[in-house]
């Protein structure tokens, strides 16, 4: 009897253990996930863009007239005082004259010799002519004391003798005239000389000067060289008064207005800088992206706080600038989000399953989104859904497993 019960016995705990095995085996094991809350806050949405710092007031000193410029002697960096010469110009030596034109020069000084040789016989002829009416003035002023000569021939002497004195300045203004046409012939004939010495020969010359105290920003003509009028020769301004332009998509500038604050980060200093929008430029230009998109750009103009020792003239930075701010935002981590027939949705951890809830939102940032509808305040909602997750699978929160 005793034998009886206890093979009973061995055969139900031997049941048992083969149905706990079978249940063990058929149960649903859940899934461990990650879980996170929906909650409410400050939301700030910002968009990075990068930038360049530039000197508000860049003034480029460039050449007055066409010449010749001298070597600048002055490195990017130097300070200058103004009214300092920057660099000299000297007029641009005469060109080299091929044999067929110096031919036609020497005729033409030939020609010119000539002329001077005509207006001084005509002005020999002149002077001729002008003593002989005085000599015919001066007798008929003598004669007419005794009445011989009446006042009328008198007045005819006289006026004979006024256009004589016409006729010798007028051929002494030719002669005149065909020396500067000699001299003017002369100087065509001229060759290229050496235009390293200042004042030599009568040569003037034009100094360019710094219009500021300042530092020298760029030299953009260093070599001796000839340049054109309106030709940019250096620039100069001030780095301690300093700007920054970010150029921003025209769909984000529209949203940020003067006054916007903005955060400036690798710039090269280990503390974050702070700066203010001063103006959003009011044309927008076409920029090609990395991905060969073209895109509407605009250029946001900032002004920093304080600039820091060190930074200058078209460095690199990149600024965050804040779209929006929300005070009380009911906001889910960005993490939870996925795409469910076009809709967002979250998996909302409910009584240990999986839930799928729609959601609709607003703005976005780089770690939480807007909620406007679909979740409440307290929420817990499962990050980073994986492709196992449906809509009442079990779950369990991984942190609990861990503990």
């Known amino acids: 009897m005793k034998g009886t019960w206890s093979k009973w016995l061995f055969g139900l705990i031997a049941i048992g253990v083969i149905a706990y095995g079978a249940f063990l085996s058929l149960r649903e094991r859940p899934v461990l996930v990650d879980l996170g809350q929906v909650t409410r806050g400050q939301m700030v949405v910002f968009v990075d863009e990068e930038g360049v710092t530039r000197v508000r007031d860049v003034y480029a000193v460039s050449s007055t007239l066409a010449g010749h410029l001298d070597r600048i002697d002055l490195e990017e960096g130097d300070l200058v005082s103004k009214g300092d010469v920057i660099a000299t110009i000297h007029p641009l030596a005469p060109p080299f004259i091929d044999e067929r ?6 005729a033409a000084i030939e020609a010119s010799r000539a002329a001077v040789a005509l207006a001084n016989v005509e002005h020999a002829r002149a002077q001729t002519a002008l003593r002989l009416a005085q000599s015919a003035y001066d007798r008929a002023s003598q004669l007419a004391k005794t009445r011989i ?30 020396l500067a046409e000699l001299a003017s012939a002369q100087a065509r004939l001229a060759q290229p000389v050496d235009m390293a010495g200042t004042g030599e020969n009568g040569r003037c010359c034009v100094s360019l000067l710094a ?147 729609s959601v609709e939102l607003g703005h976005l940032n780089d770690s939480a989104a807007q909620v406007l509808s679909g979740l409440s305040e307290g929420d817990a909602v499962i990050l980073f859904p994986s492709d196992v997750l449906a809509d009442g699978r079990v779950i369990a929160d991984r942190a609990s497993e861990g503990r």
């Open 149 to 178: 000569v009446s006042d009328s021939d008198l007045e005819r002497a006289y006026g004979e003798l006024q256009i004589k004195q016409a006729e010798v300045e007028s051929a002494m203004a030719g002669i005149n005239l065909r």
């Open 101 to 106: 034109t110096r031919t036609e020069l020497e």
């Open 211 to 357: 219009p500021i105290d300042g530092v020298t920003l760029a030299i953009k003509v260093r070599s001796e060289q000839a340049v054109a009028v309106g030709t940019v020769v250096a620039e100069f301004g001030r780095p301690d008064n300093l700007e920054i332009a970010v150029d921003l998509l025209s769909s984000d500038a529209v949203r940020i207005g003067p006054g916007t604050e903005a955060i400036i980060s690798d710039w090269g200093g280990d503390q974050d800088l702070h700066a203010t929008v001063r103006k959003i430029e009011p044309a927008a230009f076409t920029q090609v992206s990395a991905l060969g998109i073209e895109e509407q750009r605009v250029n946001a103009v900032l002004d920093i706080d304080e600039v820091p020792e060190g930074l200058g003239h078209g460095y690199r930075i990149v600024a965050r600038l804040a779209l929006w701010r929300g005070e009380d935002v009911l906001q889910v981590p960005i993490s939870a989000l996925y795409r469910d027939q076009g809709e967002w949705a979250v998996f909302v951890a409910e009584n240990g399953r999986a839930r799928i809830r």
